[in-house]
């Protein structure tokens, strides 16, 4: 009687592992099944635009490079010109000075005055750099701010995952086939308005 009772609970413990073992099996292939019928990740699309080309086609790099190069002109000449005429009285200065041409009172008035010219040189030369540096920082602002804004548009039918901006060898390869810098120049040539500032220079060569 032990006999059989013991043979009959080690069928029992048996069928348990069994039971157990095939619940397993169940379970993982289950997960396995659950793990594929998951949406795979989608193919990651990437472009990139030749940053030199920009600034280089686009007609607002062009036009407001001029610009800039006007106003720096303007910049290195008034403040060349202040500087010659500024050396130009201290070596008068020093000349008379040998001739004993002034009083200890009249070269000592004219030696602070010299040198607050200097001072006064000193600042404009601070002031227009800082105003050239402020008006490059707009520029850098509202060209990035207009690629941004173009690709946000350009990429609503595109779906690119990443668009990268190549300069020199900061991207060590890129293959051609994701250059979309023509179709951005486009883009952005074909929004771009003329500013005013550069209006009335081509109105007048053609008055002329």
Known sequence: ???TNFIGAFAVAAFAVVAMASCDKSKSQNDDQAAS????????????????????QYKFCKEYSLILQKKGQNIQNTL?????????????FQ???????YTREQAQGIQAQLQRQNADLQALNQRL???F????EKYNNALRDSIKHFLASYNKDKKYSLILSKAGDNILYAD??????????A???????????MKAPEADKKKK
């Open 95 to 101: 000349q008379k000075i040998q001739q004993n041409a």
């Open 187 to 197: 883009g952005l040539n074909k929004a771009y308005k003329s500013s005013p500032a």
């Open 176 to 185: 051609k086939a994701h250059d979309i810098t023509n179709d951005v120049i």
């Open 80 to 92: 060349a010109q202040k500087q010659q005429q500024l050396e130009a009285a201290a070596a008068n």
């Open 133 to 136: 540096q402020n008006e490059t």
């Open 1 to 3: 009687m032990k006999k």
């Open 37 to 56: 019928s998951q949406v795979a990740p989608t193919e990651t699309k990437i472009a990139f635009v030749e940053v030199d080309s920009i600034m280089t």
């Open 129 to 131: 750099s800082g105003e």
